[in-house]
């Protein structure tokens, strides 16, 4: 994707393509080095079971697992399971909350480099928008979580209570990019003036749309996969280049 002031973007063309679609967003073991445990107050043995049934959703998928699967995962009694997590769609909850909160660390990590603060204000949604889309490829199991968990909220009717941890942590990430594109309004290399968190919401949707669709593999011969991640540089090629080109 095209450079910006001299800056390198968030992902190299191609960098994407041959991107292992099937590995997942931790190692093995549970998880266990996942996100620290007080962004998400978890104690130790809630955070334990937690990124066991993470692990297991992870492989299987929510509907596949039993709450005595995740029981064994943990070593824990299915009754103490219980105590702690009175349903699977709690645990759900609690293991989409914590990958996410896994990827902001990461993100967090790099919002806070030299390099990052050095950059325009649309460099840095260029880069953002790559991290995105790199961290959906390289865990397709992530992805097809997501949509699962998706459809879950809404068959279950949870409430936004429910919700609130996991709420928090998307939020975190918009607030990164309007950062990022309000540096671009001060700094001109964001010339075009819109609402940016409408914005935000589209380009997100477009780039986990795909991403789903990835994830799910070809359904017609014209969907050409091959070359899917193109797909995703596209996106934020012309998310960025509308900010930065303005009106014509």
């Known amino acids: 994707m095209t450079d910006r002031k001299g800056a390198a973007s968030g992902f190299a063309p191609g960098a994407l393509d041959g991107a292992n679609w099937s590995r997942p967003l931790a190692g093995e073991g549970c998880l266990a ?4 445990t ?3 107050r978890l104690g130790q043995f809630d955070l334990h079971v937690v990124e066991c049934a993470a692990e297991l959703f992870l492989r299987e998928g929510i509907a596949s697992v039993k709450m005595t699967d995740i029981a064994d995962a943990a070593q824990v009694g299915v009754a103490t399971l219980y105590r702690h997590f009175s349903t699977k769609t ?3 909850v609690g293991a989409a909350t914590l990958m996410w909160s896994y990827f902001n660390d990461r993100i967090s990590s790099l919002v806070e480099s030299a390099e990052f603060l050095d950059m ?5 949604l ?9 961290s959906y ?8 979580f997501l949509d699962e968990f998706d459809h879950l909220v809404l068959s279950e009717g949870l409430q936004a209570d429910d919700l609130e941890a996991y709420g928090a942590q998307i939020d975190s990430f918009y607030l990164m990019f309007e950062d990022a594109y309000l540096l671009g309004r001060q700094d001109g290399s964001v010339v075009r003036e819109v609402d940016f968190r409408t914005f935000y919401t589209s380009v997100a949707h477009a780039l986990i749309g795909v ?3 990835l994830s799910r593999g070809e359904v017609i011969s014209s969907d050409r996969f091959a070359n899917g991640t193109k797909e995703l540089e596209y996106i934020i090629d012309m998310a960025v280049s509308y900010l930065s080109q303005g009106t014509t």
């Open 126 to 134: 260029e880069r953002l928008l790559g991290e995105y889309a790199a």
């Open 211 to 213: 991403a789903q669709k």
């Open 120 to 124: 325009s204000g649309a460099q840095r």
């Open 137 to 144: 490829v390289q865990n397709s199991s992530f992805v097809s």
């Open 38 to 40: 007080g962004r998400l």
């Open 33 to 36: 080095d996942l996100a620290p």
């Open 90 to 92: 709690a645990l759900a």
